[in-house]
């Protein structure tokens, strides 16, 4: 068995899905995909993902997209019994896991489209929505109420959902955002992910080129 991720390491949910697989223990082939230069618009990514969206996985006749339905198969396929409260097997803890991977999606949603627009700054030359940071702040109370009760975010243990939450927050240095301390329980649970054994070598330094180009771009068009 040869699992193969494609992936760009600046994507948060390629590098959530990286955390999965190291969180897992699993070894596999990585298949560079630069966004920058549409390498996933390329024919023979196509193939694998026909939305040319990363990440992707392949896992022999499986091709899979949606970072989140592969993180979860991950755990589904390969999980152990030291791994899989990852992913828990019970009907109800699964569901809190399933609820908060879901409404990472709304979080993901109002950070990179509602407002860093990451994807119409580098492909348009548009602007952030610097004043739009209502829905940022609404969903980070949400995440800091919520660990206020709970050490993870789907309680008392470490999920996947903690790994996909903490890469769509993260994604917020793209404009040095600068207010977690306002959120202390977010920001104590942020550490703890931080700490991960893994946590270095799928996350660090990798949005800095896409950032500089990012804030580049920013400041250019901010001159016109
Ligand atoms: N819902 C998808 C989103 C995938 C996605 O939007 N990936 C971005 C990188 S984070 C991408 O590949 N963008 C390239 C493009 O849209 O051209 C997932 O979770 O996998």
Redesign the pocket.
Known sequence: MVLVLYN?P?????R??HMTLRALGLDFEWKN?N?IS?E??LPEFLKINP??????LVDEDLKL??????ACYLCNKYATEGTKSLYPSEPEKRAIVDQMLYSG?WM?EEI?IGYLR??WVL?YGELPWFHNTDGVREALKYLDDRLKENAYMAGNHLTIADLFAHTTIRFLDMLDFDEYSNYPHMKAWMDKIEALDYYDECNNGKIDKVKEKYQALIKERQKQ
Not at 10 to 14: A, H, W
Not at 51 to 56: S, W
Request: no cysteine; glycine share 6%.
């Open positions: 760009d600046v994507s948060p949910s390629g959530s899905v995909v966004l549409s996933n618009r939305r040319g969206k990363v990440p992707a997209a949606e970072s989140r339905a592969i999606e993901w990179y990451v994807r492909y």
